[in-house]
């Protein structure tokens, strides 16, 4: 029987698209593009890669066509509301692609609170999201559906205010916006469907998932190395930044001290070391981490 292949729906092109082939490639899976430019194959494992438009990403897993997807939670948010079927589910974060839904609007707008925004027409590509925020608020605003170039809408006089994503806020600013409340904040997550599917796949689903998860891990993560006095040692564990119980090992013909090993999950900064150092630490090597499990 020829083996299944696990199909991975992933954007084309747009601001996810890089750093999901990215991902893919730091968990260790070697990429050839297909002939047609819209999928790849996974060399040394049975998966498939579909590119395809973002919003199709929540369809294509939701109907088995995918076995995983790539993307931003606003996309699968907005479907989720929408929809009857059944929607993806998020099995985790990526870090990357991180934005917010905010409602924005021109400097003549005075707000105090989600009440300011009664009675005006708010334009958005996610009504969505919108409409469950307002009701939540217990806010009455006419929301006006748009396919793009939502921040024009003031200018154009169709709405007084808008809900759109924003991540630097670069292009709400030339466009004389201010950013108001989030809405939604989001980033690229992985999803995944709620078919069963047959053991060989359920693996390779499986290894994909701890992977991606080991990528991640090890971003920013550190190993930090040093000698101490034992004494040190509380003191040390308390400054190491987000690392577990340390590895203590004794040094060679010293009772006093001992090398400390430590994996840090938060970055380590010049005065983590300096402290590490007003501790007692001597010789403190900090490597970057290129795989974790
Ligand atoms: P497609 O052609 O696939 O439909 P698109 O134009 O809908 O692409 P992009 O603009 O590429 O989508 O954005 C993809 C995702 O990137 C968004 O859904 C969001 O999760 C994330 N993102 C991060 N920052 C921003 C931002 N400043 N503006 C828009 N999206 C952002
Ligand atoms: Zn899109």
New binding site residues.
């Given amino acids: 029987m020829k083996p299944q292949r696990v199909h991975i729906a992933i954007?084309?092109?747009?601001?996810?698209?890089e750093q999901s082939l990215g991902l893919i490639r730091a968990a260790g899976f070697h990429l050839t593009k297909s002939a047609s430019d819209l999928a790849y194959s996974v060399e040394n494992a049975p998966i498939d890669l579909w590119c395809?438009?973002?919003?199709d990403i929540p369809t294509f897993v939701a109907d088995g066509v995918a076995d995983l997807g790539i993307?931003?939670?606003?996309?699968l948010a907005e479907r989720a509301l929408g929809a009857n079927a059944p929607i993806p589910a998020e099995i985790m974060p990526l870090g990357f692609?991180?934005?917010r839904l905010a409602i924005a609007a021109p400097e003549s707008l005075t707000y105090a609170g989600p009440g300011s925004l009664s009675g005006l027409r708010i334009a958005t590509t996610y009504p969505n999201l919108l409409a469950r925020f307002l009701a939540a608020e217990g806010v009455e605003a006419e929301i006006v559906t748009m396919r793009?170039a939502v921040e024009v809408a003031p200018r154009l006089k169709l709405a007084e205010a808008i809900c759109d994503?924003?991540?630097?806020g670069a292009?709400l600013e030339a466009n004389g916006l201010i950013e108001l409340q989030t809405v939604l904040e989001?980033?690229?997550v992985l999803v995944r469907g709620t078919r069963t599917l047959d053991e060989a796949s359920e693996r390779t689903v499986q290894s994909v998932v701890a992977r991606f998860r080991g990528v991640i891990a090890s971003q920013g993560a550190k190993y930090v190395m040093m000698n101490a006095p034992r004494a040190a040692l509380p003191e040390i564990s308390r400054i190491l930044p987000g690392a577990g119980a340390p590895t203590v090992t004794p040094l060679a013909g010293r009772d006093d001290a001992v090398a400390v090993h430590a994996v840090c999950q938060e970055s380590v900064f010049w005065e983590t070391l300096e402290a590490l150092k007003a501790a007692g630490a001597s010789s403190i090597l900090v490597l970057s981490i290129e795989k974790m499990m």
């Fill in positions: 954007q084309k092109n747009g601001r996810l698209a395809v438009r973002d919003d993307v931003g939670r606003n996309v692609g991180r934005c793009g994503l924003v991540s630097t292009t989001s980033e690229a």
